[in-house]
């Protein structure tokens, strides 16, 4: 587990640290949380927010209706974008919460990509540290998944760029890192079906992933609603711990990098602690969510590495894609 908290630790390093934004993960708005609750269009969310920005998008690009239409994904420049090009990553913020229909960066990104038309951000994929640690791929797996946490293209993009970027960022892992499962999910209160990663021929898993319950806090809408890994985040730990009457300087002592010391902490404090969890856990709303779509993509650097890892899987059930948007 050190492993893994390594690498959040260094993905929350870069999100907060270097390119000075608050922590995505509980920035949202009021309007976002209320529409994921009643939005009930026949399509998914995301092309509602494409539809939404295309006057907007089609102006500041500059294109006529004839360049745009004659558009194709070759036409295109891909890209991987380092966190040490700080104002590219920031670009690439402003994107995600214009584009894509969460409006927020994921809580631990670890690898941008983009696709550009002529030095104008078109797309953007984004992966990060998966929201919980699969065996899918045996009890190593947490060094071989990724999380394909966002995706967005601009409304003037040609059809396939999605696919085209995703499939793009995908190689680019294997050729680059040691990355070879790249799990994503599609959320039914969006609308979501996974039509995208059905397209790229993606694996099916089932409809049993995500949090049962989400929260809100009443006096914080502006965050948005957040799981319950919300509430054991460093950063709330901090706050029960001033609760409480210790000093930021004492709490510290009973930290390590990323989470509690809990065997610096003694049993009365640990109680402590535990109830003033449960006391803002209790003053939040709750509602229940429906399961998210799973799906993954495996792949090898070569054959034999390809069917190695296919002999990994073979005990995880694959099944038929989903074909009933919104169940």
């Not at 069917?307 to 099944?319: A, C, D, G, P, S």
Request: net charge positive.
């Amino acid at each position: 587990m050190d492993y893994v908290q390594n690498i959040i630790g260094e993905c929350y390093d870069i999100e907060q640290k270097k390119l000075e934004i608050p922590n995505s993960s509980e920035i949202s708005n009021q309007k976002h949380h209320e529409l994921y609750v009643t939005y009930d269009k026949d399509h998914c969310w995301q092309y509602d927010i494409r539809q939404k920005n295309a006057e907007e998008d089609k102006i500041n690009s500059g294109l006529t209706d004839e360049e745009i239409a004659s558009l194709t994904p070759n036409d295109f420049d891909f890209a991987y974008v380092p966190s040490e090009r700080v104002e590219t990553c920031r670009e690439i913020v402003r994107f995600i919460e214009r584009h894509e229909w969460l409006g927020k960066m994921p809580n631990r990104p670890t690898h941008r990509f983009t696709a550009r038309y002529r030095g104008k951000l078109a797309g953007v994929i984004i992966m990060a540290v998966p929201n919980t640690i699969s065996k899918m791929l045996g009890k190593d797996t947490f060094k071989l998944e990724k999380l394909i946490s966002r995706g967005a293209c601009i409304s003037w993009s040609p059809k396939n760029l999605n696919s085209w970027l995703i499939m793009k960022s995908i190689r680019w892992m294997i050729a680059n890192t040691e990355y070879r499962a790249f799990t994503a999910y599609s959320d039914p209160e969006a609308r979501e079906l996974g039509s995208i990663y059905q397209g790229c021929n993606f694996l099916y898993l089932g409809q049993a992933s995500g949090t049962v319950k989400q929260y809100l806090d009443p006096n914080r809408e502006d965050m948005g609603w957040f799981s319950d890994r919300h509430f054991r985040h460093k950063s709330m730990y901090k706050k029960y711990a001033a609760n409480l009457g210790i000093s930021a300087e004492e709490w510290k002592k009973h930290m390590n990098k990323y989470s509690p010391n809990w065997d610096t902490i003694s049993t009365s404090l640990k109680e402590k602690l535990k109830s003033e969890l449960q006391k803002y856990k209790a003053s939040c709303k709750v509602r229940v969510t429906k399961p998210k779509h799973k799906y993954v993509y495996i792949k090898g650097r070569n054959k034999n590495e390809t069917k190695k890892l296919k002999r990994l899987f073979h005990n995880t059930k694959v099944l038929p894609y989903p074909k009933n948007r919104g169940e």
